[in-house]
């Protein structure tokens, strides 16, 4: 009986498979790509946790977009800055694009207080309140800056008690990240996530439809920290670990915090306007080792063309930010570390609406990009700015420490560098 249904299974997946083919095979100007098995498409070509990798590969096969079969799915990969600005900043495929394959997490677990996997295109309004519940912009984001700076005090203590110790720092980090994270929820003016959803009484979509209360904030939470500690960890720990084997990257920005902050007052973020190199370092940190190396999904509402290929509705839309951070066409040297790539010939940060600086997508870009940026940044650049402030990174005593190599990172839902420990030597005053 067994047997049975699952040849009637089989059947019937093949009956699909060979509708679908037959309608791709009558659609002009699809994209290419890669040969397919029957029903089950590109499954034996890759392993899912490395399939920024195989995309890479098949970049230089098969161009800036091509398209592939996986278990009945169409998916198309969007490899070149220039496919993706079209893709998601150019109406109408902004609009198109905007929506998200309907996953299980969005549509019942996050169920409609998501910002991040819902599938609809009105996230707008969702956005916006999201925004505000970071606090992330104005008198809220001085607010923020105020608590992220105590709660580097225990990292400054976590440090000084460690001098010259073999230590693992992901402790150090994930301390941080943690307290900081907490604020979010509840801070010591009562103004965080849950004190501000006391005044939201109900907010609806332009259909009417109920989705962010106070009994769903938890959902929304979600969102926030998992994502913005995974990340922004594995930001910071490449960085530690790239600071440990540039010796030299770190007297350079240890010599520009002493010039712009000094020693006698904590970093602001007001200091990211004259610390050029050190935003230059965090720039290139996130584009060298492209922690997010697929952006999440997104799904086309109906047929569109892009890059003159005809995408078809409901196809699945990778944001391949791997192949662009690492592609020579998008910049020289793409695996070699080179923060003065974002710096001109005066040493001064490229401006935002510079070509160099915009192909860096390590948020996204479009509609649905990363509502957490300005937080992340920020965090960073106070935790960098204080480390290089107060000691040197150097490399453990009686073990080495490897290079840090994109492709060898550990390959988790948020690429991380292979475990490693540093010492601390604080910097005399």
Known sequence: MLDLMLILVLIVLSLFYGVQRLVNYTTKNLPPGPKEWPVVGILFEFDILTLHLKLYDWTTKYGDIFQ???????????????????????????TVTANRPPLFLGKYVLENADVVFAQDNAVTRRRKLGYQLLRAYGEGLSCRESQIKENIISVKELIRSNEYKNIDPSDIVEEFLLSTVEVLKEDKDNKGIYHTLKDVVEVRDDDGKQWFTQENTRNLLVNFVAAGLLSTRGTIMSMIQLLAKKPELQISLQREVDNVIGSDREPSLADRRSCHLTEAFIIESMRYISLVPLAVFHAASEDVTISGYTIKKNTIIIPNIWTIHHSEKEFDDPFLFKPERFLDDKGQLLPSN???????????????????????????????????????????????LPDLVPTEMLQKTFLQPQPFEV?????SK
């Open 423 to 427: 010492r601390f030597k604080l910097r």
């Open 68 to 94: 592939f079969d996986l278990l009945g799915k169409t998916f198309v990969s969007l490899n070149s800055s220039e496919v993706l600005r079209e893709a998601f900043n150019q109406e109408p495929n902004a």
């Open 354 to 400: 510079d070509p160099v600086r915009k192909r860096v997508l390590a948020f996204g870009i479009g509609k649905r990009s990363c509502i957490g940026e300005v937080f992340a940044r920020s965090r960073m650049f106070l935790f960098i700015a204080t480390l290089m402030q107060l000691a040197t990174v150097i490399e453990p005593d009686g073990k080495s």
